[in-house]
């Protein structure tokens, strides 16, 4: 049994060892006028705790237009600290600004009317000596669609001495509703971590999978901060209390990943 | 279904949030210079919104994403 696992895991990969009891009822669904929703976390919590170690920030969507939108984000009513994830015309962008110093990541097509999921994954952050660099990397489907840009660490290690309010999904910051989503959006976590792209593709091909359970290749639950399944409810399952809000009538519905 | 109606900043005063599906004044998206906000409610009309202008989903989403509008919204993306 021991020897099937190993072939499973190394040959048949994107690998869960089974479908864990998890049973995806429904996801977030936003009218693309001003629906969003609230996390009640803030971002500071990731870029503070331990910048050694990255952070991951993955969602399914499925979104009815595909021009400029904001999927999860954080900002400022200014230019002095943003950090976003984003649609660009059809494409995923990061912009990670803090005072006059930013890094921006473009790539990877996004679909229109089609499930997908969506990662950002932000790598190799230094100890903030100025001449460390962070790497962002875009990720579809658990398969990395660009190739990694870098920063300088500066820009990050500032980012995290700035006041951000908390993330919001599906608007361009908490408590805005211009540049929303237009869609349905499933399984969004955050974790403390740069997962490891056999994770994400593991989770890419079971998009019903539970992320607070560790499974074949998908090793990361230890690490998750936030996870907002959308099972009718606004509620994370990360065990760590960050319990979110719909916001101007975001609802629930049964249009699932698949 | 939903329904949406523009109204005139002066007006967020007299919405009763308890009869439309926006959360709070607060949370109100507004046109570019701030003079106008939308709300949307299901069913029947609140009696406030009585005589407004009401739109479908696709047409109040014409109306915000049209680039030459005022409702959109650029985003500084220079880095």
């Known amino acids: 049994m021991e020897l099937m696992l190993g072939l499973g895991s190394s040959l048949l990969s994107p690998y869960l060892a089974e479908e864990a009891g998890y049973n995806n009822t429904h996801s977030l669904l936003l009218d693309g006028a001003n629906d969003n929703f609230d996390t009640n976390f803030s971002a500071q919590t990731i870029l503070r705790a331990a910048p050694s170690d990255g952070f991951t920030v993955s969602f399914w969507a499925n979104p009815d237009t595909t021009g400029r939108s904001f999927l999860g984000s954080t900002a400022v009513p200014s230019t002095s600290g943003q950090l976003v994830f984003m649609i660009n015309s059809g494409a995923l962008l990061t912009l990670i600004r803090s005072n006059n110093k930013a890094g921006l990541e473009q790539g990877g097509s996004v679909a229109l009317n089609e499930w997908h999921m969506y990662s950002l994954v932000i790598s190799a952050v230094g100890a903030g000596s100025g001449s460390d660099f962070v790497d962002m990397s875009h990720f579809v489907d658990g398969v990395d669609v660009n190739s990694t840009s870098s920063f300088n660490n500066t820009t990050y290690d500032d980012l995290a001495l700035i006041s951000l309010p908390d993330l919001a999904i599906g608007s361009q910051a908490e408590g805005s509703a211009s540049n929303v989503f237009d869609g349905h959006i499933d399984q969004f976590a955050i974790w403390n971590r740069a997962v490891p792209e056999a994770h994400l593709a593991a989770l890419a091909a079971h998009p019903g999978h539970d992320y607070t359970t560790d499974s074949g290749d998908y090793a990361s639950s230890a690490f998750l901060e936030v996870y907002y399944k959308f099972d009718n409810n606004a509620n994370d399952s990360s065990g760590n209390g960050h319990n979110g809000e719909t916001v101007n009538g975001a609802s629930f519905d049964t249009n699932l990943p698949s | ?79």
């Open chain 2, 1 to 79: 279904m939903r329904t949406y109606v523009i109204i005139e900043a002066s007006e967020v005063s007299s919405i009763d949030f308890s009869k439309v599906l926006e959360t709070s004044a607060n949370t109100l998206r507004y046109n570019n210079d701030g003079t106008k906000t939308f709300v949307k409610y299901t069913g029947e009309q609140p009696s406030f919104l009585n005589g407004k202008t009401t739109y479908t989903e696709s047409e109040i989403k014409a109306i915000l994403n049209n680039e030459k509008g005022d409702w959109y919204t650029e985003i500084n993306l220079e880095q």
